[in-house]
């Protein structure tokens, strides 16, 4: 069973910065992609960042220039660093993982969801 645990979720006031966190675990013979998604309420799930593993970084047109994404190959780990936060970043945002298991199933994998409030 593969996992993706998600830390770094706060309060924080507008012109802040958080870091997430995200490590998968598991039995894992390769990851494709890791990301980071949100989701407001009544909206749909959207891309923030996402990192394949050998290809381009892409942002979201709304944080480009204010979160940065990377990634731990070796850890399995993915973060994204979110600065000039704005009180419209709030919402939950979700790790997220494109990967091959231990018995080569092509899976994709979320976390539980880490909670981001930006005061105004």
């Known amino acids: 069973q593969v996992q993706l645990v998600e830390s770094g979720g706060g309060l924080v006031q507008a012109g802040g910065s958080l870091r997430l966190s995200c490590a998968a675990s598991?039995?894992?013979?390769?990851?494709?992609?890791m990301g980071w998604y949100r989701q407001a309420p009544g909206k749909r799930r959207e891309l923030v960042a996402v990192?394949?593993?050998?290809?381009?970084?892409n942002y979201a047109d709304s944080v480009k220039g204010r979160f940065t994404i990377s990634r731990d190959n070796a850890k399995n780990t993915v973060s994204l660093q979110m600065n000039s936060l704005k009180p419209e970043d709030t919402t939950v945002y979700y790790c997220?993982?494109?990967?091959?298991?231990?018995?080569?199933?092509?899976?994709?994998?979320w976390g539980q969801g880490t909670l981001v409030t930006v005061s105004s």
């Open positions: 997220n993982a494109k990967l091959v298991d231990g018995v080569f199933r092509h899976l994709e994998v």
């Open positions: 990192m394949p593993s050998g290809g381009s970084t």
């Open positions: 598991g039995s894992i013979a390769s990851i494709n992609a």
